[in-house]
């Protein structure tokens, strides 16, 4: 049984050095994407504009002339690198179809929302579970639904939002089922190494203690 415990440490270690190596190989550094660089696009605006609005500038520093000049400085550093990052074709190209997904997304997920509360409306049962049936509550859902309905009617007239909601969902659903089915793969892959490492397990366990009968009935014939 010594031998078999030691056996399986040996294993174990082998395989936590193993994983170690691999992760090793990782720079822990963030690759620049498209992505990230129309995020970075995005925030340089925000400052810029932030820093040429000088109510909301006052707001967000409380009047502190020392804070505003310093926002006032990196706006003017960002406005610089806007510039240089606009004459980018490429770049502005991409950022406008990134820009435009994350929009139409946005717009889809807010429609879902406002189905939902149009819906609810119009559940008298649901609506006074939802508002422990308090009248006053009910009646400003109500409100809010009516407002939700004319919203989405206008959104729902517009064919190409509505085609690219379906798409969206049909690419949401699809990969769901893709992590799915690798979950499952996954699951299955680990039971059977599992069972493949205890039928190892139970087959080192019976020559070790085959090993030992052997030795017990050496030692016994000597005594003889």
Known sequence: MQFSSLFFSLVLATAVVAKGDKNSTSTGTKAVTDKSMCKEMASLNMLVKLASNETKLADKTKNNATKMAEIQAKASNASTMLT????????????????????????CESMKSLMKLVSLAGNDTALADKTKNNQTKIDAIKTMATKAQTKL?????????????????????????????????????????????KSAASMLNASVGLISSFVLVAAGMMML
């Open 153 to 197: 009617d206008a959104m729902t007239s517009n064919t190409t939002l509505t085609t690219a909601c379906d798409s969206l969902k049909s690419t949401k659903a699809s990969k769901n089922g893709t992590q799915d089915a690798a979950a499952s793969a996954s699951a299955a892959a680990s039971a059977s190494s599992t069972a493949k490492a």
């Open 84 to 107: 240089t990052m606009s004459s980018n074709a490429t770049l502005m190209a991409t950022c406008a179809t990134i820009d435009a997904a994350a929009k139409t997304d946005d717009e």
